[in-house]
């Protein structure tokens, strides 16, 4: 199982470490933490020291009701911090958070290697054709309506099975287009509830009959530390946890705030599979 990267060819039957690299101010962990060039390149460093082998950088947060960001706003926060992470370390591979086929375009052109997409095209008609014309990995997430409606439409009647079916209209309309390497990520915390969100852990196994690698994305959520009475802040160990169960049922990448930890679970889990 592997996905190409600027050339590289990613082997992901051992899982791999997605480090978060939030420029926006006010995402629901790390908002307005890496405000300047300096904190972004030692952050940056920090997580592939730790051993990450992607950096998803954002600059539009998708926490729920997030703040509406204007597409040139995105870009303007964006392509800068793509250029100058691109400059300091060549050989990053780094993928671009965003569900707008000109912010993947300008961020490929500029460095970029991965387009992660929360809307899987929901919210771009354009954006499966861009990501096809690219040839770079694709990101489908599992969400409905957008950050600001999202919370409000969590009704299912049999969340796995539901997730499925829109993965397999999804995958066939990416293939359709020439899409080769795609990504699942089920969207924890996207249109679910706190309990709709351990169902889907739940049953995570099941993605594996796309035979395609999935995402858990799970640092610090809500279901984390509101399960654990706590926040955010000290959700670290929850994460962990989860982010152990996620790797038993067949992710292969980790996307997370704390790279050390998720590496950590990693190597335990391939002696654990060894």
Known sequence: MTINCNGKLIDLDSPKVMGILNITPNSFFDGGKHANEKAILTQVEKM???????????????????????????????????????????????????????????????????????????????????????????????????????????????????????????????????????????????????????EVLKKLELFQMTELPILAGLSRKSMVYKTLETTAEFALNGTTSLNTISLLKGAKILRVHDVKEAVECIQLFNQLKS
């Open 48 to 198: 592939l020291q730790e051993g990450a082998t992607f950096i998803d950088i954002g600059g539009y947060s998708s926490k729920p009701n997030a703040e509406f960001v204007s597409e040139e706003e995105e870009l303007n926060r964006l392509i800068p911090v793509i250029q100058n992470v691109v400059k300091e370390f060549p050989e990053i591979i780094i993928s671009v958070d965003t569900f707008r086929s000109n912010v993947a375009k300008e961020s490929i052109e500029n460095g970029a290697a991965i387009i992660n997409d929360i809307s899987a095209g929901n919210l771009d008609a354009k954006m499966m054709e861009t990501v096809a014309k690219l040839q770079v990995p694709y990101i489908m997430m599992h969400m409905k309506g957008t950050p600001q409606t999202m919370q409000s439409l969590a009704q299912y009647e049999n969340i796995g099975k539901e997730i499925l079916f829109y993965f397999s209209q999804k995958i066939a309309q990416a293939r359709s287009l020439g899409i080769n390497d795609l990504i699942l990520d089920p969207g924890f915390g996207f249109a679910k509830t706190l309990e709709q969100n351990f």
